[in-house]
T-cell receptor, first 107, second 114 residues
Framework: QKEVEQNSGPLSVPEGAIASLNCTYS??????FFWYRQYSGKSPELIMF????GDKEDGRFTAQLNKASQYVSLLIRDSQPSDSATYLC???????FGTGTSLTVIP | DTGVSQNPRHKITKRGQNVTFRCDPI?????LYWYRQTLGQGPEFLTY????????KSRLLSDRFSAERPKGSFSTLEIQRTEQGDSAMYLC????????????FGPGTRLLVL
C-alpha cells in the first residue's frame, strides 16, 4: 500500500467549473500536507500546504484536511486552461508524494 | 533569492558510465532533498540532508547511488555504473527547518542512459 494515494484521473473539467482533487494517506504520523502543481517537463511548484483540520483558502484554491478520515483534497474554483497540469499531493512525513492527478481544463 | 539550481539540466550517458549531478539550494535553507521521477509517477524520495549530515536514505537507493553535501551548501548525487533503469528526472529540493518545511524544487536533471 502506498503511503499517499491520489485519484488517478485524468480529470477533465470545462473552463469556469470547479475541479476537485483527492488524496488519501495511510500514516497517521503525517502532520502536514502539500499540493504541488507540475506542468509537463517542469519541476513541481508549491500551491498550498495545510496542517490543521478543516479548510484553507488561497485565491481560487481551497485545501481541505480531514485527519480522522485521512484524506486531503484540493478544490480549484473557476478553473482556467492554465490550470491544466498534474497535481501532486505530498506528505511531509517521510517525504511521500502521490502519483499525481492529471487535470485538463477545456476552454 | 535565486531559487534552487541544478546542473546539468540534461545528461546522456552510456550504460556502465558514472554520472554526477549538482544541486545548489536556496541559500538560507538548511535541508536538501534528492528525488527521482519517472514518467507518470510522483517524485520518489532518495535522500535528504540537514546541513552537511545525511539524515535519511531511501531503502530503494542502491549502493550505486551516493550523495554528499560537504559544507552544508551545495550537494552532489553520483550514480556509478549506470543502468538503463536509471533514466529519469532527478529533482533536488530545499527547505528551511520550521513547522512548515515547504520544499522548493529545482528544475531537475534529466538523465538518459543508452
Amino acid at each position: 500500500q502506498k503511503e499517499v494515494e491520489q485519484n488517478s484521473g485524468p480529470l477533465s473539467v470545462p473552463e469556469g467549473a470547479i475541479a476537485s482533487l483527492n488524496c488519501t494517506y495511510s500514516d497517521r504520523g503525517s502532520q502536514s500536507f502539500f499540493w504541488y502543481r507540475q506542468y509537463s517537463g517542469k519541476s513541481p511548484e508549491l500551491i498550498m500546504f495545510i496542517y490543521s483540520n478543516g479548510d484553507k483558502e488561497d485565491g481560487r484554491f481551497t485545501a481541505q484536511l480531514n485527519k480522522a478520515s485521512q484524506y486531503v483534497s484540493l478544490l480549484i474554483r473557476d478553473s482556467q486552461p492554465s490550470d491544466s497540469a498534474t497535481y501532486l499531493c505530498a506528505s511531509s512525513w517521510q517525504f511521500y508524494f502521490g502519483t499525481g492527478t492529471s487535470l485538463t481544463v477545456i476552454p | 533569492d535565486t531559487g534552487v539550481s541544478q546542473n546539468p539540466r540534461h545528461k546522456i550517458t552510456k550504460r556502465g558510465q558514472n554520472v554526477t549531478f549538482r544541486c545548489d539550494p536556496i541559500s538560507e535553507h538548511n535541508r536538501l532533498y534528492w528525488y527521482r521521477q519517472t514518467l507518470g509517477q510522483g517524485p520518489e524520495f532518495l535522500t535528504y540532508f540537514q546541513n552537511e549530515a545525511q539524515l535519511e536514505k531511501s531503502r530503494l537507493l542502491s549502493d550505486r547511488f551516493s550523495a554528499e553535501r560537504p559544507k552544508g551548501s551545495f550537494s552532489t548525487l553520483e550514480i556509478q555504473r549506470t543502468e538503463q533503469g536509471d533514466s529519469a528526472m532527478y529533482l533536488c529540493a530545499s527547505s528551511f527547518q520550521d513547522y512548515q518545511e515547504t520544499q522548493y524544487f529545482g528544475p531537475g536533471t534529466r538523465l538518459l542512459v543508452l
